[in-house]
């Protein structure tokens, strides 16, 4: 059964770089958004890194541009503006798709291991997060609306 940690995701600059480098670690798998209504939600997930990463946590954020081409053309001007604008240091990768027939393999297994409301495999919208055990299995899946804060018991326990 594969694991998060069998796929290999784009960096901001186009190097392939493989998932297992975060083997061992608790992670919260988000899709982002630069102007989007939950684009807010970069500060509390910034936040969450900046408490749990010396405990072995970490987020990975894939900007994405399918919900209503809310995110910016060019990897760079998204990069500046997660930095710039909520001090963004947790690792973001390239633009990807989430869903359809172009959806990264990540997002793939993502949705077919956690289903969201009434069964649905597909991402809704942007801000939709994964989290991911130690084991690199799928334990949760979470609305947009979720705020990443509510997530810190969770995360607690999996540490």
């Given at each position: 059964m594969a694991t998060v940690y069998d796929f290999t995701v784009k960096k901001p600059n186009g190097e392939l770089t493989s998932l297992r480098d975060y083997e061992g670690q608790v992670i919260l798998i988000v899709n982002t958004a630069s102007k989007c209504g939950f684009t807010p939600q970069f500060k509390e997930l910034q936040a969450l890194y900046d408490k749990f990463k010396d405990r072995g946590f970490a987020v990975l954020g894939f900007p994405c541009a399918q919900f209503g081409n809310q995110e910016f053309e060019k990897t760079e001007e998204t990069m500046e503006f997660c930095q710039v604008n909520?001090?963004?240091?947790?690792?973001?990768f390239a633009k990807v798709d989430v869903k359809g027939p172009d959806?990264?393999?990540l997002f793939a297994h993502l949705t077919h291991e956690k289903k969201g409301l009434l069964g649905s495999t597909e991402i809704k919208w942007n801000f939709t997060k994964f989290l991911v055990g130690k084991d690199g299995r799928v334990v949760d899946r979470y609305a947009p609306q979720t705020n990443p804060a509510k997530l810190e018991d969770e995360i607690v326990a999996l540490l």
């Open positions: 909520y001090g963004v240091t947790f690792p973001m959806a990264d393999p």
